[in-house]
């Protein structure tokens, strides 16, 4: 009876943790937008935001060879190609964790959303917030190459 209980028991466990580590990662990208012709990106930082959100994307922009500024205004004081839009989520579990991190790429002239990545991570499956920042724009970076080939 014992053998039969505690593989049982092990395997009820093993499932309920694996529950708990759920991802997930989505991108769209307009197939009608070349991403890889714009060079100059503007983050708007989110209003909830105070972790600096806005530089690590900036920064990884950057270091991508593409031209990336940051601030708390829309409306950039240089003209760029691409306005930068992002919302963070985070929650407590022992520590604080980025939940999920939503970047949307929009036309500084029309306002028109072309790009959109969404990077979602539970507590067991959690990640830093640069390494979320990394994996949702090189998602949509690479959803962008697969659409325009």
């Known amino acids: 009876m014992r053998r039969i209980i505690k593989p049982f028991i092990t395997a009820i466990f093993v499932m309920l943790l694996a529950g708990c ?5 989505i991108s769209d990208v307009d197939p009608q937008v070349d991403i890889s012709k714009m060079k100059s990106f503007h983050v708007v930082k989110f209003e909830k935001d105070n972790r600096g959100i806005e530089k690590l994307i900036a920064n990884k922009l950057n270091s991508m060879g593409l031209d990336a500024s940051s601030g708390t205004n829309k409306t950039p004081s240089h003209p760029v190609d691409v306005i930068v839009e992002y919302q963070d989520k985070w929650m407590w579990d022992l ?14 002239e029309t306002n028109y959303q072309f790009a959109t990545g969404r990077s979602f991570r539970t507590s067991l499956a959690r990640k830093s ?7 949702v724009l090189n998602d949509i970076f690479r959803a962008n190459k697969v659409v325009s080939q």
């Open 21 to 25: 580590a759920n991802t997930k990662l």
């Open 129 to 135: 917030p640069e390494e979320m920042v990394d994996e």
């Open 95 to 108: 520590t604080m964790y980025m939940l999920e991190l939503n970047i949307n790429f929009r036309d500084p």
